[in-house]
């Protein structure tokens, strides 16, 4: 189909021959990760945006349970957990939280026939101040709808994960289509035309927000890719051979049978994948007054999590990441004797792990406090926005029946952009599949295809 003036955006109607194919070939990714991921971009947005105040959305919901009044003198710990074991008898202890603040319940997570409960306990009275289903708890619920879409799986996982993937792209091409090419293209690149009417007024306010909002999405979603199945998965892997991830006497240890992620809770993004120690047998037994002794003397900071051991080798491991990165610690405790079997701090991280850990907390709101929560709204919102506004966009300048692709160029690619693609595919490995599936499908489906053809004709 031959595109009309009427379709290209007006900074772009009488561009160089030269540009011009350069110019569809973004476009029509652009337009083509954009109708495909629309609405999983906004799914991932507002969940990510309800994510970015857990602790205040908790706080409220969960007020009766979390909130206590605090008192001069805290009990044992033990006394509290005992507490937890005389309700659940046949429950095995998983975790211990203690938080921050000193008006907040100590949180014991509990495991009876595969379902875990998380169990609210008052410190200063031994009291239980209620019970949450841990699969049912806001944060879990918020978490698996903004990285499973609440289905999980593995194809989900990576669904997400192109999602993520397509969106950087998106935002590199919609910047190369819609950058003003000379003083009068300004207006409605940096600033709306308020003025103007029909396309060309969402034509605008799609442009103007992606231009302001492009880095602070793309930071958002850069910091996001580590907890991803594939690109996460590459990331550690780099991270490790550079000498950059874990402290380098932790990566090369003896291969554990387990990770630390498998074996405790709430562990910073940097040792999840450590091997898990052992503890060498020796008379006596640690108790859970003794680890938090141990963790204070330890200079660990709370809200911190006790992970009980598991079998006679296990480790009590103590773990601190929902604070600030510089206080993140992985601290392992011999269950016998409580001595240090293994510390890892933040100062401990090579340079790749400091950066997404600092990177892990911007995306999670909590690094810079109010500040950081407010910019992450913005870009997650503006976010929704921008893809609102396109899809207003597309609907008034499609014709009718047709899903008015853009013009594909009639000259070959050059040479360049390959390269380009095939360095995104092997940084983004989804994403290179993706490609090869719509080179695919248009060169050799939909040509063959006769309605398939005219439809996006």
Known sequence: MQATAQQLPENNRNPSKKSNSLYQTFWRWHFYGGIVFAPFLILLAISGALYLYQAEIESMIYKDKLIVQAADQELPLSQQVNAVKEKYPKAEIGSIRLPKEENRATLVKVIEDDVVTQVYVNPYTASITGTILDEEHFKNVVAKLHSEWIVGGTFINRLVELAACWTIIILITGLYIWWPRNKKTFMGTIFPRLKKNGRMFWRDLHAVTAFWLSLMILILIITGLPWSGVMGEQINKLATSANAGYPTYAFMAPKAEKTTDEIAEDIPWATENNPAPTSEKDTGSLSVDQVMYLAQESNIQKPYTISLPEGEDGVFTVASSRDKPENEATVYFNQYNGKIVEDIRFSDYGWMAKSISIGIALHEGHYFGLANQL??????????????????????????????????????????????????????????????FVFLLDRFVIPRVKPLQAWLS
Do not use: Q
């Open 375 to 436: 910019l992450g709204t913005v870009a997650a919102l503006g976010l929704v926005a921008i893809v609102i506004f396109s899809l207003i966009m597309w609907k008034k300048r499609k014709p009718s029946g047709k899903l008015g692709v853009p013009r594909k160029s009639d000259k070959k690619l050059k040479p360049w952009i390959i390269i380009v693609m095939i360095i995104t595919g092997i940084i983004m490995p989804l994403a290179g599949i993706s490609f090869i």
